[in-house]
Nanobody, 103 residues
Framework: QVRLVESGGGLSCAAS????????MKWYRQAPGKERELVAQ????????NYADSVKGRFTISRDNAKNTMYLQMNNLKPEDTAVYYC?????WGQGTQVTVSS
């Protein structure tokens, strides 16, 4: 059974139930009243990453395949980054974690 569990602070996503190191992983977010959007993705080995233009240069996606965990380091946060953040792998979603940035 695939399971993805996000936790806050610097966001992390612990994966289980599948061979984590074989798959691309992604972070999405959904702000109130808006559609879910792709924030960043990382290749199975971690050597390729892509970011939404809105977070490029401020967020860093990474993974530790030995720990079956993906991370999202968020710097220089802005109020518009306020959203529920979800990890996604193998087509499965985590439960989401709220990030709120006040001005």
């Amino acid at each position: 059974q695939v399971r993805l569990v996000e936790s806050g602070g610097g966001l992390s996503c612990a994966a289980s139930g599948f061979t984590f190191s074989n798959y691309f992983m992604k972070w999405y977010r959904q702000a109130p009243g808006k559609e879910r959007e792709l924030v960043a993705q990382i290749s199975h080995s971690g050597d390729m990453t892509n970011y939404a233009d809105s977070v490029k240069g401020r967020f860093t996606i990474s993974r530790d395949n030995a720990k079956n965990t993906m991370y999202l380091q968020m710097n220089n946060l802005k109020p518009e980054d306020t959203a529920v953040y979800y990890c996604n792998g193998l087509g499965n979603w985590g439960q989401g974690t709220q990030v709120t940035v006040s001005s």
